[in-house]
């Protein structure tokens, strides 16, 4: 099963490869600048190199097999993700208020889990077709796969990969053909439900707790402190940017987080109004090159993996790009490929080989 | 493997899912509609409002300013101050923005007296980030410093000054172990889940009270965003969040009789060198703690800003044993203290006729071995009254062989010796009361009858802590009732409105009947006013006080036999006990005093009751007015870090 087919090679998906490239190298550019150092080579980019490195390894390893194998593969990576989430949950030490590393912090099994979860529910979908679901008592057992990890997630108090994970898991319900006056049912008696809780049965002092658990910055002012220098920064970019390394907000530190959350801020400011652009289409085109992949694809298992595989860059574009812009809530979602974070810069290499891996062998049966 | 085994489901190759593939086109478009949404939202921030905002950015910036909340005040039973807060005022540079270097740090080197040279050598020269973090050059100077940097701040760019509230400990030593000490969260603690709201370098309960009432003590930082101008002065406050102060707890102690009690440790009160040992007064009708005192003790002021590491080497290896809550955790052989609980236990068990009398001779013989009464001459004839009062140990030998000691054991924990009595601010010692079996297991020995002998005096293996014995006083005070000591009287809420804590709570009841509770009351009573008592010490005019002495032996009486009470080294000197409670018809207060190596109960112990007592009932007949001792507070001055 490793044979390796010349055709393979002819049908390789050099135009994904590339759009990978391109922002990854984008945004050790932007890292570069957003931890610059005087004279020297800073730890954050060593360790991204490093980290990039390992990424690369993991997007060949996902080339190599038959994408059609990992449908065997895809409960037990399912379960091993659950069960490193619940090591985690009992074993690792809380840091910054969440729980949610390894090893020391080299290891982010919220990350990994989310590829295992589009794995086992592509596997679902592939054995119970989309198109023949109808009903929402249909759902009970996809929405359990679902659930599971989102749930111990949750309990780590990761909020905001939580929430991401639950997107990503429900970017299927797009597919089902679950009728629109169901969905207004569900939502009319849930919402209901949680202003009934609310109002009635919840004690103000747990009113407060679930709004602290909701809203992970703990120093009041933390957000709104970040969306101010953020807005800051993006405008004091303009059209062409005040250009590289010389954004005053970035490089006297005005921006928390600059390198993570925020990098799109540095970015912004740096390149201006072109450059942000820049990034967004290419993001842009990632994603419909994506759906176009799943589209190619001869078999549904395939089609439903790479909307998956789409769905765990897609949502945290959104999400970030919408804190960062100040359009959504501050939660601590990174942007995938382009902040700096090395469980996040593997998984998802990793996960679009596996993009790649759809796309190559999409002519070989 | 062929195409068809490896798929492997109900769809093999060739079927993808017609749903999927017609929806495709749909999601797709509604993928692109939050990119619109961006690029709008870029074309809006960047192009539209970018030269507005980007005159912000030149103008210098937004800075985060975190408003430390102020700690809620600790207070006595009738809302005197404990511990409270008090402004410090600091003094940061931020090294970015410094102007001058040399120049700027002289200049705050003259406002501050310190010398020039070190402060640059503070500062150094920080580079790339750090050169935003702000250097602290003192945390808590004088009202008079901070004023005059504060009036040169325009001349000293990148020099900050800053208010923070900080702990004070009114009394300073005054009740330092029950009241505990702040400090910086340490790293163990960061990484706890019950620590999560907590940040790296915040200020939290140590021990004691601070400890165990954290939760409600602590407030609730605030903060704001400032814009600030080139010179780092604010020019306008964008959000402010302002801190919520923590709530205070009132507590049971009594402040004035806390300060008698340890007032009372002074040679010229004791008579003696002893500086060392604990008072615990409780109110036997409902076990609220009223005083609760461990001598030697500290000054909990030098941990409220970080303590500096000679200090605390000096206070953990001092052989006085400065941080231990004595009071609570100090383990004595309770002496002839335990005999009224002997007495109480011969009545119930009806070994004992109170009128038949015992002849002491001054010593008493078991086997070969003698035991000696502490009176050379013997009590002569004694009953159990007479024997209580002037604590005859010949006699309580013989009641005690009677007994046994599985018998003793059984009422001496009857009284909650040997168990922690779980007062609510924890950090408890258990103490010990042996049995047979105890023994048998600690050591796989038989029990010895000499041992019963040495244990119906409460030498031997006993051991107590100065607040079991409070509890058990006080129990023998209010015919049997057991109750845990309490701490907490309750929280004060904003508007200064008490919400009280848990009431009074019942461990128990003793196992004796009330009528020879009063008994031994009686016979307690005599210890104090009849001829011949030993506790004439704790006499105080016009109330009748019941009371027992107790002197614990630390080594064997033939170390230290015929030598002079000055010559003995202060660690083979005995420590001295004293029991009391009153006014007898109808007990308020009980008092139990410990002097470590204090000599006899009765003149150590006795002095320390008698200053508590006095000052009890003065207060109470109006004869003297609560006084507000608040000793001389520890000057403020520059922290180094």
Known sequence: MFGIDRRLFQNFDWMLLLLVASIVA????????????????????????????????????????????????????????????????????????????????????????????????????????????????????????????????????????????????????????????????????????????????????????????????????????????????????????TGYRAGTQTQLRFLPTQHTDFAFSVLAEEWGFVGSCGVLTLYLILILWGLRISRNSKDSFGALLAVGLVSTILWPVILNIGMVLGLAPVIGVPLPLFSYGGSALVTSLFGLGLLMNLSMRRYTF | MSDE???????????????????????????????????LRLFQLQVIEGEDLGNRARRNSVRKVRLEAARGDILDRHRRELATTRPAFGVQVMPAELRRRELTLTALGSLLDEDANALLERVGTPKGRQRFVPVRLARDLPYDAHTRVESHLYALPGVLTDVSPRRFYVGGEMAAHLLGYTGEIQREQLEKRSFADYRSGEVIGQSGVERRFESTLRGRAGGRNVVVDVAGRVDEVLDEVLPAPGGAVVLTIDRDLQHAAEAAFRPEVIGGPAKRGAVVALDPRNGEVLVLASRPAYDPNAFAGGIDADTWKQLTEDAALPLQNRALAGQYPPGSVYKAFVAAAALEEKIVDPKERVYCPGSFKLGRRTYRCWKRGGHGAVNLHEALVGSCDVYFYQLGLKLGIDRMAFFGKGFNLGRRSGVDVGGEAAGLVPTRAWKERRFGEVWLKGETVSASIGQGFNL?????????????????????????????????????GPGPRRLGTVPVAAEHL????????????????????????????????????????????????????LEHRDHGWFAAFAPVEAPEIVVVALAEHGGHGGSAAGPIVNAVLTRYFEVKAGKAAPEEPVPAAEGARVVRN
């Open chain 2, 518 to 569: 009063a008994t031994v009351t009686r016979a307690l009573e005599g210890v104090v006013h009849e001829i011949g008592g030993t506790g004439a010490r704790a006499r105080i005019p016009g109330v009748r006080v019941a009371g027992k002495t107790g002197t614990a032996q630390v080594v064997q009486i033939k170390h230290t036999e015929g030598m002079e009470d000055d010559e003995i080294p």
């Open chain 2, 5 to 39: 085994e490896i798929g492997g489901g109900r769809r093999l190759v060739g079927g993808v899912d017609p749903a999927l593939t017609r929806r495709l086109p749909i999601v797709a478009a509604v993928m692109m509609l939050p990119f619109a949404i961006f690029f």
């Open chain 1, 26 to 241: 984008v945004g050790l550019v932007n890292l570069a600048s957003a931890t610059h150092v005087e004279d020297e080579l800073n730890e954050e980019m060593r360790r991204q190199l490093f980290s990039l490195s390992l990424g690369g390894v993991a997007l060949l390893a996902a080339l190599l097999i038959d994408y059609r194998h990992f449908e065997r593969f895809a409960l037990p990576a399912y379960a091993v993700c659950l069960i490193l989430l619940a090591t985690t949950l009992l074993f690792a030490p809380v840091t910054r208020g969440s729980q949610s590393w390894l090893f020391g912090g080299r290891l982010q099994p919220s990350e990994l889990a989310k590829l295992g979860l589009i794995l086992a529910l592509a596997r679902y979908f592939h054995r119970n077709p989309l198109g023949e679901i109808q009903r929402l008592r249909d759902l009970g057992r996809p929405g359990l796969i679902a659930l599971l990890p989102v749930g111990l997630i949750v309990a780590q108090r990761d909020m905001g990969v939580a929430l991401l994970t639950l997107l990503i898991g429900s970017t299927y319900l797009a597919f089902t053909r679950i009728s629109w006056r169901s969905w207004i049912g569900v939502a009319v008696v849930g919402v209901a439900a949680l202003i009934t809780l609310w109002m009635f049965v919840l004690a103000p002092y747990q009113q407060r707790r679930i709004l602290d658990v909701v809203d992970p910055g703990r120093d009041p002012l933390s957000s709104g402190y970040q969306a101010i220098q953020s807005r800051i920064a993006i405008g004091s970019g303009g059209l062409m940017g």
């Open chain 2, 464 to 500: 107590t802590t100065p607040i079991q014995l409070a509890v058990g006083y006080a129990a023998i005070a209010n015919g049997g009732k057991l109750f845990e000591p309490r701490i907490l009287l309750g929280t004060l809420d904003a508007d200064g409105k008490l919400s009280r």
